[in-house]
């Protein structure tokens, strides 16, 4: 860093406080199965419960509650579902306006869903699915700000972006505090109204420790941000009009040397391929939303349902159900731990992939690389169902397990993939409409929770089966994707070994949560 610029405190303070941002308020939703448990308690959705028609398995009296557990379901669908649709409007915002607008967007639908929360009660349980959506959107913009935090320290981008992606999964424990401090005798207005107070706080972050627009990579000399320094702390857009004609753009440099001649790059430093639409009509797109998709459905119904599936397992017993609901929240903190797997694997099969005899551009070494990654979601996401549907009490902490390391994996996998198999100008566009059509699929969940509260009666045995069935569809991605590789190898084989145009995705992976 040249003198001048943002010393490495200023930096570490940026990345330390983003770290605790994203993991302590950006995916809260996920942490829905604790606040049910508190919600049911104080008797939100209770006039949805039925007189009991039979004895439960102490010979006492239960009501059938299927209609409140409907409730909570729908209210965690339309909250995921804006937490992923929306995605596609918030990151033009971010795009278009810089990072001080979109914290301050994202700061107001953050305070304001947590205030709904916090003035909420039984008679007013409506409030929770604006109050929900609200949260889900405002967090999702928080971490999308965050990840160009990463381009302040060069060589360790990736790792960055993975730990806060990481963060992000871990941040649904939030709600077992939650649910911890409640049965300490805390009330739920006082700690959501500390969670919208804590807005205060991102607001000085947003003032003192993030840029007006955007941190190019790599960092100009003597780059600062901050308040202080208003002036300097232009966007990615400014410092790229004072480049000299042709020179490519600071985003599109490669986190690392390559060992092969870059390719022809356009007149914005990117790769020349295919257009935007082409991608989206692409096989692999196709595939890979598939991929998305269907592992998606599967985790969400899961976080959604998983309150009226412990009270199914657990034959009414409450001591179990928090029991169970408590290991499930604390195996959502190991989140941050699982995601760097993932970068791992693709780092060393690249790496293994590398140059060979036949002369494959580094491009289709990282495409290669990118199919062992593929498959080991889709087998995790595919053991993790099994488990699931399993009825059993002691095989869902296996569950538990097994859901975090997936879904660790599938959303660092999501952006990684993308950013490796698509032109780097497009990233942006093609991880929101990816999250969008995913979002769409998830509203699946709904009817599903219906089904088995209606004609299977409680019992989702048939349901996690079918899903299990779903979920076979994902491995088509890998599939399709070493059919891709092998027809590129053959192309270059054809040519004599001269590399061919550079296959989407050789540029660095833009900073975008996984």
Not at 59 to 74: A, K, Y
Not at 227 to 248: N, V
Not at 497 to 513: C, I, K, R, V, Y
């Amino acid at each position: 860093m040249a003198a001048g610029g943002a010393g490495l405190p200023k930096r570490l303070a940026t990345l330390l406080s983003g770290l605790l941002e994203c993991g302590a308020f950006c995916g809260v939703i996920f942490g829905w199965a604790s606040l049910v448990y508190v919600l049911k308690e104080l008797g939100y959705f209770q006039g949805r419960c039925l007189p009991p028609a039979s004895p439960g398995p102490n010979l006492t009296l239960l009501p059938d509650c299927s209609g409140q557990d409907e409730q909570f379901s729908l209210v965690f669908t339309i909250g995921s579902f804006m937490n992923n649709f929306l995605i596609f409007p918030m990151g033009y915002i971010f795009d278009r306006f810089g990072t001080t607008v979109a914290r301050l967007i994202a700061i107001s639908l953050y305070t304001a869903g947590a205030l709904l929360v916090a003035f909420s009660t039984p008679a007013s349980a409506v409030l929770l699915f604006p109050a929900m959506s609200l949260l889900s959107v405002g967090g999702m913009l928080l971490i999308l700000t965050n990840m160009q935090v990463g381009n302040l320290f060069g060589k360790y981008r990736a790792v960055i972006i993975t730990l806060y992606n990481g963060a992000f999964d871990s941040s649904s424990a939030v709600f077992l505090i939650v649910k911890v401090l409640y049965e300490r005798g805390l009330s739920l207005r006082a700690m959501f109204l500390f969670m919208a107070g804590c807005s205060a706080w991102h607001l000085l972050r947003t003032l003192f420790l993030m840029p007006r627009g955007r941190i190019p990579h790599p960092l100009p000399p003597a780059y600062d941000y901050g308040l202080r320094c208003e002036r300097r702390s232009r966007s990615y857009r400014t410092y790229e009009e004072k480049q000299p004609p042709g020179d490519g753009g600071p985003e599109d440099a490669p986190l690392e040397p390559r060992p092969q001649p870059p390719a022809p790059r356009g007149p914005r430093g990117g790769p020349d391929g295919a257009s935007f639409g082409a991608c989206v009509r692409s096989r692999l797109f196709a595939w890979h939303v598939a991929w998305l998709s269907t592992m998606q459905l599967r985790h969400y119904l899961f976080i959604g349902t998983l309150n009226p599936l412990l009270h199914h397992l657990a034959r009414g017993d409450d001591g179990l159900v928090s029991t169970y609901t408590d290991a499930f929240a604390f195996a959502q903190l190991c989140g941050v731990l699982c995601a760097p797997w993932n970068g791992l694997i693709l780092d060393r099969h690249k790496r293994r992939q590398g140059p060979r005899a036949g002369g494959a551009p580094a491009a289709l070494a990282d495409l290669r690389a990118s199919v062992p990654s593929l498959a080991a979601t889709a087998t995790q996401c595919l053991l993790f169902s099994g488990c699931a549907a399993v009825p059993a009490l002691p095989v869902q902490f296996a569950t538990f397990a097994l859901q975090v390391l997936s879904r660790s994996f599938l959303y660092g996998g999501n952006a990684a993939f993308l950013a490796i198999a698509f032109p780097p100008q497009h990233f942006g566009k093609l991880y929101g409409l990816a999250m969008a059509l995913s979002a769409l699929v998830a509203l699946l969940q709904y009817p599903c929770f219906a089904l088995v509260r209606g004609p299977l009666r409680g019992n989702p045995f048939y349901v996690n089966v079918g899903l299990i069935a779903v979920v076979l569809l994902a491995f088509g991605s890998p599939l399709a994707v070493a059919r891709e590789c092998r027809r590129r190898a053959r192309e270059l084989g054809a040519a004599g070994g001269t590399p061919l145009t550079a296959p989407p995705g050789a540029g660095a992976p833009p900073e975008a949560p996984g």
